[in-house]
């Protein structure tokens, strides 16, 4: 943030990126130092370009024509994203397991099966039907559901609970596997649901660095607000 204040940025407000680029200028003051080795280079090139979907040389001197004006800024963008992540894992690493804890509910990924209908009577025989194994829950939503998941007899994901209505998230967050729940009335629909599967989120390495990265940006808006009030 050293140049911050000598920088033109009336244009860039016009266009509604200053609070971007400010956050960019943070970033770059507390990375500065940051060197990488070679192996640290070639791995963050690999994974650059695994997240661009960048499969071939075409698609790589594409990319360059939209983005860049020189070869070397494009190492120089790869580098300071690694950098960024190794600061962001150096820096909060002590603080990702609470986080990970806190945000596992909507990390872990749901499985389940849905019925939606307008008629709560339907809703109520369609139930009835499943629960006393009548007819199996496939079938039944491949005949009667409304909704977009007839065409998969009613099988929805694997999807975090930022997916669905927040009542549906509830439901499953509340579920055990091939739960089956009563109709519930959400806006126009009668809907029923069965938990087929919960896959529960692992801290791995890379979900370490996502999480590192999040609590990163959060540091740099607490940053941020604190500078704009100075």
Excluded at 58 to 78: P, Y
Excluded at 214 to 224: I, R, S, T
Aim: aromatic share 10%.
């Amino acid at each position: 943030m050293d140049n911050y204040e000598n920088i033109n940025l009336a244009e860039i407000s016009r266009i509604g990126l200053l609070g971007r680029i400010r956050k960019e200028l943070i970033k770059e003051n507390l990375i500065k130092n940051i060197e990488l080795t070679d192996k640290e280079k070639e791995f963050a090139k690999n994974y650059w370009l695994k997240s661009n979907n960048i499969n071939s040389s075409d698609q790589l001197d594409q990319w360059k024509r939209e983005n860049i004006k020189i070869d070397n800024d494009l190492e120089f963008i790869i580098s300071r994203e690694f950098k960024w992540s190794k600061w962001c894992i150096d820096n909060f690493n002590k603080e990702i397991k609470d986080y990970f804890q806190e945000k596992k509910s909507f990390l872990d990924k749901y499985i389940y099966s849905i019925i939606r209908v307008k008629s709560e009577g339907l809703s109520k025989e369609l139930f009835l039907r499943i629960k006393d194994k009548e007819s199996d829950f496939y079938s039944i939503a491949k005949e009667f559901s409304e909704g977009i998941e007839k065409k998969t007899g009613g099988l929805v994901g694997p999807t975090n609970l930022n997916n669905p209505h927040p009542i549906i998230s509830n439901i499953l967050k509340e579920s055990k596997t091939n739960q089956i729940w009563a109709p519930k009335k959400i806006n126009e629909w009668w809907v029923i649901i069965r938990l087929e599967e919960k896959i529960p989120a692992i801290l791995n390495e890379e979900l370490k660095i996502k999480l590192s990265k999040e609590l990163g940006e959060k540091y740099l808006k607490h940053k941020l607000n604190f500078l704009i009030k100075d």
